[in-house]
């Protein structure tokens, strides 16, 4: 009897702690639901964006430098002038540089006159090369092979001296010995004398003629012939020596449009119409090449913004979408823009692949100017009459992606899973699983995976 008391004892203990336990659980239930983020499913207009930052840029800028070193001579402009397409900006000491101008126009001239001789040389000028060759060949081939006719001239006219000076030989051996001389017998010994000189030189003039030059006399008549030929083939020209004067004279053109280059660098004009914001040179300074531009020129009629936008949205981007733009420097002033350009190709920093979107700044009376800070916020869709919710109140599932929110029922709280459609940084749209009105919930410290 008593074992059955001790049993029943203990099934009542058993029975109270079980209802304290559940008496608490219900009150900490009931405290966590009132102490929770609650709203209610309405219905409402649904705008996607996306958000991005850069800065105001001109619809065109342009860094004007010398590129060629000189002194500055004159700076015609401030900074905050507006210019036309074509006006004088800057220039530099020009003097050495047009002189050089002049020596490659010279030096063109020169190469003109020698390619015109290579390719079409004159009339006469060949046919002296002609006629000088022919004579130095003339001249090579008397020292090689005597001409048969001028051995027998120069035999014939040793053989006349020799006869002239055995007939003046005659009359001198007649003379020479009488007792006393006188002015007859001095011009006859004269005679005799030259006679006998002109018979000598007429014998080795007929020595020459029939022996041939020496080896040294060929060897400058040989000379003499290549000089010549040389000469002639200069004028004629053969390949080799055309290809070499047209390359010579590309070459004058070239040092030329160098030299031409040189001098239009040393004078700085606006490329198009527009307003300088920066002049870094003053009038008697080196001309110093580097990252420094001498002067920056911008068109600041119109602005674009350069933004970067992830690869997960650039496929919501079309050409032409609306954009609301926030200016840092402008708080609280209505800008907007459009879609103007989207890049083709990726670009990659530290692993992040991103797209450059350009963005087409409307015109405005703001007092927007270049290199401001901006936030953009492009818009990719909008749904009138949505049923929208925060996506804090949203759940997703780590394994499945499904999406689940808490729905209050009363003193109830119900587990129901949704399928969501468009959204934006704050709000979803649903499209299964809810009403509008109900009421949902978010239990303190409950895990949340979509972000709000």
């Known amino acids: 009897m008593r074992r059955w008391m001790w049993v029943a004892l203990a099934v009542a203990i058993v029975a109270i702690v079980a209802i304290l336990i559940v008496r608490q659980q219900n009150e900490a239930v009931s405290t966590t639901v009132n102490d929770a983020d609650t709203v209610t499913v309405q219905r409402k207009q649904l705008v996607a964006s996306i958000s991005a930052s850069g800065s105001v840029s001109p619809v065109a800028q342009v860094l004007l430098n010398f590129n060629t070193p000189g002194t500055v001579q004159e700076v015609m402009v401030v900074e905050g002038q507006s210019v036309k397409k074509g006006d004088v900006l800057a220039r530099l000491d020009s003097l050495e540089l047009e002189l050089a101008v002049r020596q490659a126009e010279q030096a063109l001239i020169v190469q003109q006159s020698a390619y015109s001789q290579t390719v079409a040389p004159r009339t006469q000028d060949v046919d002296a090369a002609r006629a000088a060759l022919v004579s130095a060949q003339a001249g090579l081939g008397a020292l090689i092979r005597p001409d048969p006719l001028q051995v027998a001239i120069a035999r014939h006219q040793a053989d006349v001296a020799n006869e002239t000076r055995y007939q003046v030989q005659l009359q001198w051996d007649k003379v020479k010995?009488?007792?006393?001389?006188?002015?007859?017998?001095?011009?006859?010994?004269?005679?005799?004398?030259?006679?006998v000189l002109q018979a000598e030189i007429a014998e080795l003039q007929y020595q020459i003629v029939a022996r041939g030059g020496t080896d040294a006399q060929t060897a400058g008549a040989r000379a003499q012939v290549a000089q010549a030929q040389a000469s002639l083939d200069r004028l004629l020209g053969d390949e080799r020596t055309r290809q070499l004067a047209e390359a010579q004279l590309r070459q004058a053109e070239l040092n030329l449009e160098l030299a031409k280059t040189r001098l239009d660098r040393s004078t700085l004009v606006a490329p198009f119409d527009g307003t300088v914001s920066e002049v870094n040179v003053v009038a008697g300074q080196a001309a110093a090449g580097g990252l420094q531009p001498a002067i920056v020129l911008a068109d600041l009629t119109s602005f674009h913004i350069d933004v970067g936008v992830d690869e997960i949205d650039v496929g919501r981007l079309t050409e032409g979408q609306a954009v609301q733009l926030s200016v840092d420097a402008l708080p609280g002033v209505p800008v907007t823009g459009v879609v103007d350009r989207i890049a083709p190709t990726a670009r990659e920093n530290a692993g992040v692949v991103s797209y450059s979107v350009t963005i087409a700044v409307d015109p405005t009376d703001a007092p927007l100017r270049a290199g401001m800070s901006a936030i953009v916020e492009i818009t990719t869709d909008v749904?009138?009459?949505?049923?929208?919710?925060?996506?804090?109140?949203?759940?997703?599932?780590?394994?499945?992606?499904?999406?689940?929110?808490?729905?209050?029922?009363?003193?109830?709280?119900?587990?129901?899973?949704?399928?969501?459609?468009?959204?934006?940084?704050?709000?979803?749209?649903?499209?299964?699983?809810?009403?509008?009105?109900?009421?949902?919930?978010?239990?303190?410290?409950?895990?949340?995976?979509?972000?709000?």
């Open 177 to 195: 010995d009488a007792p006393v001389g006188g002015t007859g017998r001095d011009l006859l010994q004269s005679q005799y004398a030259q006679a």
């Open 383 to 452: 749904r009138e009459s949505a049923l929208v919710i925060p996506n804090r109140f949203i759940r997703i599932d780590r394994n499945t992606g499904r999406a689940y929110v808490e729905v209050k029922r009363g003193d109830q709280v119900e587990e129901v899973e949704i399928i969501t459609g468009l959204r934006n940084d704050s709000e979803s749209e649903v499209l299964q699983g809810l009403n509008e009105g109900d009421e949902l919930i978010v239990l303190p410290n409950s895990p949340q995976f979509f972000g709000g």
